[in-house]
Nanobody
């Protein structure tokens, strides 16, 4: 069982930056690939970014490439999402997710691959 808690959301003007954190309980954080997803009102859940359990591979959704960066600190059981050049269309609830995977370089953009989810943190970008 993995319990995920996100933090760092808030309100920011367009062009600004935020860093989201997701901290996991338990001692096996390094066994999980991690992902960030977002969902805006009336829209489907969207893949944002993912990182392999080793941190050696990352993947990004097309809408955030070049603006967002995912990284992790396994010693702190935490994965981060650095969001720069934010746009109003980035407004959503951002959730982190964990996928147990023995492969150190696997990342998935499909939310169905993930086993555990956090409650989410709201990000609001004003124009």
């Amino acid at each position: 069982q993995v319990h995920l808690v996100e933090s760092g959301g808030g309100s920011v003007q367009a062009g600004g930056s935020l860093r989201l954190s997701c901290t996991a309980s338990g001692r096996t954080f390094s066994s999980y690939a991690m992902g960030w997803f977002r969902q805006a009102p009336g829209k489907e859940r969207e893949f944002v970014a993912a990182i392999s359990r080793s941190g050696g591979r990352t993947s990004y959704g097309d809408s955030v490439k070049g603006r967002f960066a995912i990284y992790r600190d396994n010693a702190k059981n935490t994965v981060y999402l650095q969001m720069n050049s934010l746009k109003p269309e980035d407004t959503a609830v951002y959730c982190c997710a964990a996928e147990w995977n023995p492969n150190t370089l696997v990342v998935h953009s499909n939310s169905e691959q993930y086993d555990y989810w956090g409650q989410g943190t709201q990000v609001t970008v004003s124009s």
